[in-house]
């Protein structure tokens, strides 16, 4: 295992479609994360998993937003009906769940909605 | 709310030179803290982390102190390269136990290496 996998890299569509962004967290990991990056700021949480169970989500995600983690190994992000303000970085981490210890995130996927 | 920001968006060093990345943090609660590096098109990529019953931690080339008096964090960075060049950022999070599992990231220093 290489590290947290995310699927595409790169998603341009069109206002109004759905996307869908796949994450696969490192094996062992039983957390995995969601953030959201726009240009020139840093990461900010959307939510997270421990094991299949979402236990917390921020404002940030609107009613338009689903994730899942069905069998508490890869998680799928949805955005429905695009927005132009939906365009970002879309990065996922995960982490073994012990006390403290650092997340590893990956590449992201970078949406564009035109 | 609170929230974990930098004191400089920017900074410029000679190759060789050690830099200061600094961080300013306003929530008390908060008890680990990471620094990660970011180049351009990739995810953030962990640097090094300190708990706050930790006042600094070193790792190779780098260097975290914590001074919670006035909550502060810096990063050290010793004998800076080209390779170093990118954008730094500090994040905060409470340790489990203590609600929240989510890291609470600062926008960012961009740091550019002049060889």
């Known amino acids: 295992d290489t590290g947290v996998s995310q699927d595409p890299r790169h998603k341009i569509t069109k206002r109004g479609q759905n996307v869908t962004f796949r994450c696969d967290p490192i094996?062992?990991?039983?957390?995995l994360y969601w953030y959201r990056q726009t240009l020139g700021q840093g990461p900010e949480f959307l939510t997270y998993f421990q094991n299949e169970a979402q236990l917390e989500k921020s404002r940030l995600l609107s009613d338009r937003f689903s994730a899942e983690r069905p069998k508490g190994s890869f998680s799928t992000l949805e955005i429905q009906r695009t927005e132009q303000g939906d365009s970002a970085m879309y990065l996922c981490?995960?982490?073994?769940?012990?006390?403290?210890?650092?997340?590893?995130f990956g590449s992201g996927t970078r949406l564009t909605v035109v | 709310g609170e929230s974990v920001g930098l004191h400089l968006p920017t900074l410029s060093v000679q190759e060789g030179d050690n830099s200061i990345i600094n961080c300013a943090y306003s929530?008390?609660?908060?008890?680990?803290f990471i620094w990660y590096k970011q180049e351009s098109g990739k995810g953030p990529q962990f640097i090094i982390d300190?708990?706050?019953?930790?006042d600094k931690r070193q790792g190779q080339r780098v260097t975290v102190l914590l001074n919670k008096t006035v909550k502060h964090l810096s990063l050290q960075i010793a004998a800076t390269q080209p390779g170093d060049s990118a954008v730094y950022f500090c994040a905060e999070n409470r340790l489990p136990g203590a609600g929240s599992y989510q890291l609470t990231f600062g926008k960012g220093t961009k740091l550019s290496v002049i060889p």
């Open positions: 300190i708990r706050s019953n930790m």
């Open positions: 981490a995960s982490n073994p769940g012990t006390a403290g210890y650092g997340y590893t």
């Open positions: 929530n008390s609660a908060s008890d680990y």
């Open positions: 094996s062992e990991h039983n957390r």
